[in-house]
Every structure is written in C-alpha cells, then in structure tokens.
C-alpha cells in the first residue's frame, strides 16, 4: 500500500503534507505517558505486519494492521503509524521521505479514525456486538485506505490506472483478513483486557 518517492507529482506530495502535519500535530498532543507501552507493542506490531505477505494472483500482499492500532490507540495511532512508515521507509524500503505525507494520509489517518469510531461505539453497544464494530474498523480502514490509494494513483497519470485498480483490488482479500482478525481481537479483548478498548469495567 505504500507509494513509493518520485511517482507523485510535487503537488499532489504537497497537498499529502498539508493533510498529514496537522493531522499528525493533533495526535501528538493527545498522547497520554501511561500509554507509552501500548504504543511500543503496537508499532512494533505494524512494523512487523508488513512482513508478512498474502500471495494474490500475480501480487503479494502484506498486512497492514492501521485499524487494528486505531481500535487500541484511537488518535495516538495516527503518531504510533507515521513512526512505523519512517523506519518501514528508512530500514526496508517501503515508501519513501518524500512521499511519507502522502502515505500518512492515506494509511495512518483513516486507521485512526476509523480506530475513534470504533472505540466510541464499542463503549456503547452490547458485548455480543462489539466484536462486529472489529469488523468494521478493520476492513473498512483498508477500504478506506485502498480507495484513497487508488485515488492517488489515478489522478496522477492515466497510465497508472489500471495498476490503481490492480492494486485495488489486491486489497479487498487483505480487507477481508483483517476484519477477520479485528472481530476475534475485540472478542479476546473483552474478555481479558477490556480497557484497551476503552471499556470500563
């Protein structure tokens, strides 16, 4: 899901950076010290999900996990992911510096909040139902995130777009995975540590 530096043109980089540092500025002033663990677990979570490849078709995916940080951190995953793209793009190679606006924009903004939403629904809905609201977080952000992709991509050249599609649709299967995992994250949680979800007991 990351673009690389130098597909972009320098507007569409720009308007990323536009989107992402105030983003990223509301984030970083709603972090909270007593959270500093649960931010380490999951950006080394993130960081290590991008390892994992799904073969499909003619591509390779990997998971991307940004709603999964979102359920856990709601805003603060918005700071929690950007750190993950810096060192994805500084020790694997995954995206690029440049162009690190733009992924922020399209993969840590929407897990955070899609992460809000679910968390703010999660305190409010039946324990039978919560699980589902994982669901939703976890697939719809990869939607969310593939659609804003494919967007990019698009509009950029029209020689990209069938690459966008392809790309596009490489990750409905992810989509499908990870709200596979975000249902069985919210029923584990509830069960063992519901405060990470922000219920109270």
């Given at each position: ?9 320098p ?41 994992i490849?799904l073969?499909?078709?003619?591509f ?7 709603g ?43 897990g955070?909040m ?27 952000t ?8 494919f ?7 029209p020689?990209?777009?069938v ?14 995975v ?8 919210v029923y ?14």
């Open positions: 899901m990351h673009i690389s530096d130098g597909v972009l043109s507007a569409v980089v720009g308007i990323g950076w536009t989107i992402a540092l105030p983003s990223l500025a509301i984030s970083i002033r709603r972090l909270q010290t007593d959270q500093v663990g649960a931010y380490g677990v999951v950006a080394a979570a993130f960081f290590a999900g991008s390892t490849h073969p499909v078709g003619l390779s995916m990997h998971l991307v996990l940004t999964i940080a979102g359920l856990l951190l709601g805003w603060g995953a918005l700071t929690v992911i950007t750190v993950g793209l810096l060192l994805q793009a500084l020790f694997i190679g995954f995206g690029g510096l440049i162009i690190l606006g733009i992924n922020i924009s399209i993969m840590a903004l929407p955070a899609m992460g809000v939403f679910g968390r703010y629904w999660i305190q409010r809905l039946a324990s039978r139902k919560q699980p589902w609201i994982g669901v939703l977080v976890c697939s719809g990869i939607f969310i995130s593939a659609t804003l992709l967007a990019t991509l698009a509009t950029t050249h020689g990209l777009k690459l966008a599609k392809l790309v596009f649709l490489g990750h409905l299967p992810v989509a499908a990870e709200g596979i995992i975000g249902f069985w994250l584990f949680l509830q069960k063992v540590k519901p405060s990470l979800l922000g219920i109270q007991p």
